[in-house]
């Protein structure tokens, strides 16, 4: 089996107090840099690991969670801008705790991801180029519970964010995905935890996703990128 050229790969890399960390179920405070924890690069910076990644496969997005922004705990704008500048030819969707109506980047090479988990208020329409994060923890949704009863609010691109799977190891969450893509065929879901190795990823595609984000299974050296 192959994939499908179209489907989308993205890389993670969780930013917290400046390193890239290892993240797992949720549990940020017990977060360690990914470099105890990855086969594929020796130190925590960001353009270590967007390195690293890069030497793996071509990819042409990424994926930014600015945990400290997230969890109220100062930012990473300064480290983000200059990556942003620096990687010019490469998109990046980042996700740094802002409500819908916020602005991030002054960039051309980034989009918005807005988490359900910290949105405080009522939907708003969002453009289709922003990406909503729709958060799950222990299979409790994340976010205004509201927000489903206006899914025609939502942008095209959505990712489902299963916490509980985050550097899990133990799989997708094939039935949840499954759900939302049977019942919003108007949008493109993303997978966000679990993923271990090629068959994951076949199965997603699938499912009927659009893409997955993935970190665990690039830091472990679990795809083999020559079989895709």
């Known amino acids: 089996m192959r994939l499908d050229p179209e489907f989308q790969l993205i890389p993670v890399i969780d930013l917290k107090d400046s390193d890239v960390v ?8 017990s977060y360690q840099p ?10 925590s910076s960001i353009e ?6 890069t030497q793996l496969f071509s990819f042409k997005t990424f994926y930014i969670a ?9 930012d990473h704008h300064s480290l983000i801008l200059t ?3 620096k990687h010019a030819d490469r998109e990046f969707w980042i996700d740094d705790g802002k409500q819908q109506t916020q602005t991030l980047y002054n960039a051309d090479n980034y989009k ?4 359900s988990e910290v949105q405080e208020s009522d939907i708003q329409a969002m453009k289709d180029e922003q990406i909503l994060s729709l958060d799950f923890m ?3 949704f994340l976010g205004p519970a509201s927000w489903f009863e206006h899914h025609r609010l939502w942008p095209k691109r959505i990712m489902i964010m299963n916490l509980d799977y985050v550097g899990s190891q133990n799989g997708p969450d094939f ?3 499954s759900e939302f893509v049977v019942r919003y065929p108007d949008k493109q879901i993303f997978a966000a935890g679990g993923v271990r190795n090629n068959d994951d990823l076949y199965q997603l595609q699938e499912t009927g996703v659009a893409g997955v984000l993935l970190a665990s299974a690039l830091h472990r050296n679990k795809i083999n990128f020559d079989r895709l």
Not at 34 to 40: K, L
Not at 48 to 53: E, G, T
Not at 66 to 74: E, R, Y
């Open 48 to 53: 270590s690991v967007l390195n690293a990644f």
């Open 83 to 85: 990556t942003l500048a």
């Open 34 to 43: 990914i470099e105890q924890h990855s086969n594929i690069v020796k130190e």
């Open 175 to 177: 039935d949840t995905l």
């Open 138 to 140: 222990q299979g409790k």
């Open 22 to 29: 290892h993240a797992r179920a949720g549990k940020r405070d």
């Open 66 to 74: 600015d945990l400290n922004a997230i969890t109220g705990h100062g």
């Open 112 to 115: 918005t991801v807005f988490g």
